[in-house]
């Protein structure tokens, strides 16, 4: 049997995969191909897999698997906060987190030092370190060891993320292949008006950084250049950590998503040029009011 904690954490991996690489209605979706872009076993993506089928996301076909009910782009708000929103958010997950960026946890540690440090039983952990190796920000070694993979943990080097970010999304738009996604501008568009509307205020933290990071991978990707495409996804992975610490301030969210559909407003416009530098001022500004909070 699939974790208990790891199919619904699937659901909603199997959804940024579809939104990420913009897949269409009919799309064939493998189990072993999904288990293997998302680095897990074939178990807890069959479970996702028929979550998504009630959610008629997906539909089956007998002998043949999966296929995509929807295009990318009609996954919106409608489909993500059943999934995501209302999901339970573990203290001891973010507990996990914080300790790390303060550095109280070494590199390397073993099940019973967290199960002792947490004061939880190893059943729970698990579901906790299986979703934190999802993220990309822990490995499990052999035996019951695990270690933390390199993530931005200082303010220095967020700073320079944000400036690598700042040069990279902005010059992405104003690339000779660069040409809007209809309906990735609308579905993004329907994703920052929910956060608008008060989502902002009762969405998780895990929603809110997909939310933001989505939003920023679907412009770069309407440049259609791979380099760029994933470079913005490594930095994304980096400051996970981070941007957990900082979204427990929700204050300038709004404004975030104003910026965002100001963006969005100027492409459709036609002036890529102002866009352009619009979301670099936006980038560099968002570092200048979140990085002093991680003094």
């Given at each position: 049997?699939?974790?208990?904690?790891l199919?619904?954490?699937?659901?909603v991996?199997?959804?940024?995969?579809i939104?990420?690489?913009?897949?269409?209605?009919g799309h064939h979706?493998?189990?072993?191909?999904?288990?293997?872009?998302?680095?897990?076993?074939?178990?807890?993506i069959?479970?996702?897999?028929k979550?998504?089928?009630?959610?008629?996301?997906v539909?089956?076909?007998?002998?043949?698997?999966?296929f995509l009910?929807?295009?990318?782009?009609?996954?919106?708000?409608e489909?993500?906060?059943?999934?995501?929103?209302?999901?339970p958010e573990?203290?001891?997950y973010?507990?996990?987190a914080?300790?790390?960026?303060s550095?109280k946890?070494?590199d390397?540690?073993?099940?019973?030092?967290?199960?002792?440090?947490y004061?939880?039983p190893?059943s729970r952990?698990?579901k906790?370190?299986?979703?934190i190796?999802e993220?990309?920000w822990?490995?499990?070694?052999?035996?019951?060891?695990?270690?933390?993979?390199?993530?931005?943990?200082?303010?220095?080097?967020?700073?320079?993320?944000y400036?690598?970010?700042?040069?990279?999304?902005s010059?992405?738009?104003?690339?000779p292949s660069?040409?809007?996604?209809?309906?990735?501008?609308?579905?993004?568009?329907?994703e920052?008006?929910?956060i608008?509307?008060?989502?902002?205020?009762?969405m998780?933290?895990?929603?809110l950084?997909?939310?933001?990071?989505q939003?920023?991978?679907?412009?770069?990707?309407?440049?259609?250049?791979?380099?760029?495409v994933?470079?913005?996804?490594?930095?994304?992975?980096?400051?996970?950590?981070?941007?957990?610490r900082?979204t427990?301030?929700?204050?300038?969210?709004?404004?975030?998503?104003?910026?965002?559909l100001?963006?969005?407003?100027l492409?459709?416009?036609?002036?890529?040029?102002?866009?352009?530098?619009?979301?670099?001022v936006?980038?560099?500004g968002?570092?200048?009011?979140?990085?002093?909070q991680?003094?």
């Open positions: 049997m699939s974790r208990p904690s199919s619904p954490q699937m659901t991996r199997i959804i940024e995969h939104r990420e690489n913009n897949l269409a209605r979706l493998p189990t072993q191909t999904l288990a293997d872009a998302l680095r897990v076993s074939r178990a807890p069959a479970a996702a897999l979550r998504l089928e009630e959610l008629k996301i539909r089956s076909e007998p002998y043949r698997g999966y009910a929807k295009d990318a782009s009609e996954l919106s708000k489909d993500s906060p059943s999934l995501s929103d209302q999901e573990d203290e001891v973010f507990q996990i914080e300790d790390r960026l550095r946890l070494a390397r540690i073993s099940e019973n030092e967290l199960m002792r440090l004061g939880i190893r952990l698990l906790i370190l299986h979703r190796a993220e990309g822990i490995e499990r070694l052999p035996g019951n060891g695990w270690e933390f993979r390199a993530g931005l943990t200082s303010r220095a080097g967020y700073e320079q993320a400036q690598f970010r700042a040069a990279i999304e010059q992405s738009l104003l690339l660069f040409r809007i996604d209809p309906k990735a501008f609308h579905a993004a568009r329907e920052q008006q929910a608008l509307d008060g989502g902002f205020e009762r998780s933290r895990t929603h950084f997909q939310a933001n990071s939003f920023h991978e679907m412009l770069v990707g309407c440049s259609q250049n791979e380099f760029f994933d470079a913005v996804r490594r930095v994304n992975r980096l400051r996970r950590l981070i941007e957990y900082i427990v301030n929700r204050s300038r969210l709004p404004l975030q998503s104003q910026e965002h100001h963006i969005l407003d492409i459709e416009a036609g002036d890529r040029q102002r866009a352009a530098e619009f979301l670099r936006h980038i560099l968002a570092s200048a009011i979140k990085s002093p991680l003094i």
